[in-house]
């Protein structure tokens, strides 16, 4: 799918179909005369959602004019034309269209162009014989002189459909070597930005044994990606972004049950959302620095797997007893975090498909942000809604701590049924001393089992939109 701007205007640009916004109140459409009757009749009155689809439209070059549904004109927003320009594109595409021109519904050319690209992402790259995928547009032109927003949608929404993909694939195709070196490869078009790929014997150097006791059951070898984006100044504090990056989670010796275990393909989901992130702000060319780091390891049950009860030590030199493998999330995240804090951050935020219990908790809908700082979770909560990826403010309390007392260990990797979500945050804090460090917990919210206004069954990229306007947020 290649994607243009130009500078025509819609009703002179030559495709096979043009997406227009229509309102229930306020229209000065060049071609109103041709839906006098249409509107009259009151088969379509531009409310939300509504779609109209007109043919041989004087004085309009393109051979379809959709007219799309917004509603009325002062309650418009920016999700309504997310939606919007996503449900009008996939209609247009699943007549066979492949040649589609849009202007910037409502004129927020940004939004138009995230609704678009999200909209038509769809996952089929292992797929031979699928007939959908004949139904495929090739050519998007974004009509309209905003050509800076234009680009930041794209780019941004871009970055979000490489977290779904990633996130997509699954265990076989993407091992934790796929993984960091598609995120290089990702990276590499941009100024300014430098990867690494850390191995497992990086990681021992640095007494990483938290991180490390998760891949001992796998002979697919772990990763640690280190990704540095320098957009701001030199010396100016980094933001890091820490996300878990589980290639597979079988849960271990505390083997998972069979039924849906498939899903825990996605729980590189924060890893996923950390590149997709990186993409987006290096592609946007924000003036701040930033840094990404991704442990990366599939956790596997074998003879060399670590055993309930085992005892690691963590590269801050705390100890840890493994009662449940199935918490691995958080013992490749307790080393992250440690080597986050050497980067001497402003920020430090970590993204993790990290418990089922804030699934039960928020649903689909919230995420699960933790956080020592108000000032940050201020900040998180407005890039939220900002960007419609939102987050619910949860309690980083020190009285969960006592849930994690062990006898053999300084801590416990689990803390019981009760408050889950909660004592996971707080063993995590036990690795970081950052009074500005946040903790998105997005279980919940990393894969979808319904098609969404233009979101796909399957892995969602969430919060790659929230943390590409966090990282603006910053930018000088
Ligand atoms: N990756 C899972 C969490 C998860 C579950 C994400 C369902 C998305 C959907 C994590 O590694 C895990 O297994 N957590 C355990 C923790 C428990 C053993 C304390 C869980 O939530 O059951
Ligand atoms: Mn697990
Ligand atoms: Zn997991």
Known sequence: ????????????????????????????????????????????????????????????????????????????????????????????????????????????????????????????????????????????????????????????????????????????????????????????????????????????????????????????????????YNGGEEGDKPLVLVGKGITFDTGGISLKPSAGMGNMRGDMGGAAAVIGAMYAIAANKLKVNVIGLTPLAENMPSSKATNPSDVVTASNGKTIQVDNTDAEGRLILADALVYAEEFKPHTVIDLATLTGAMMVALGNVYIGAFSRSDDLWKEIDNAGINTNQKFWRMPLDKSYRKQLKTPLADLNNVGGRAGGSCTAAIFLGEFIELERWAHLDIAGVAWTTSVEDYQPKGMTGKPVRALANLAENYSK
């Open 1 to 228: 799918m290649e994607f243009k701007t130009s500078s025509d205007t819609i009703s002179s640009i030559s495709t096979d179909g043009i997406i227009v916004a229509y309102y229930e109140d306020s229209n000065s459409l060049s071609f109103d005369d041709a839906i006098k009757e249409i509107i009259s009749l009151g088969d379509f009155t531009g409310k939300f959602k509504q779609k109209l689809m007109l043919y041989n439209v004087s004085g309009v070059t393109s051979k379809r004019v959709l007219l799309v549904g917004l509603g009325k004109k002062e309650e418009v927003d920016h999700e309504k034309i997310r939606v919007m320009a996503s449900l009008g594109s996939r209609a247009l595409r699943d007549l066979g269209v492949k040649n589609i021109a849009i202007e910037a519904l409502n004129g927020d050319a940004m939004s138009t162009a995230e609704g678009v690209i999200l909209g038509l992402y769809r996952f089929d790259e292992l797929k031979t014989m699928d007939l959908d995928k004949l139904k495929t547009v090739d050519q998007i032109t974004f009509v309209g002189n905003d050509e800076k927003a234009w680009n930041k949608g794209i780019n941004v929404a871009t970055g979000e459909n490489h977290a779904r993909r990633l996130a997509e694939l699954p265990s076989n195709y993407a091992t934790p070597t796929y993984v960091a070196e598609h995120a290089a490869e990702l990276l590499k078009e941009f100024d300014n930005t430098k990867v690494e790929i850390h191995d497992e014997k990086w990681a021992r150097k640095r007494k990483m044994g938290s991180f490390l006791s998760v891949t001992e059951g796998t002979d697919r070898p772990a990763k640690f990606l280190e990704m540095r």
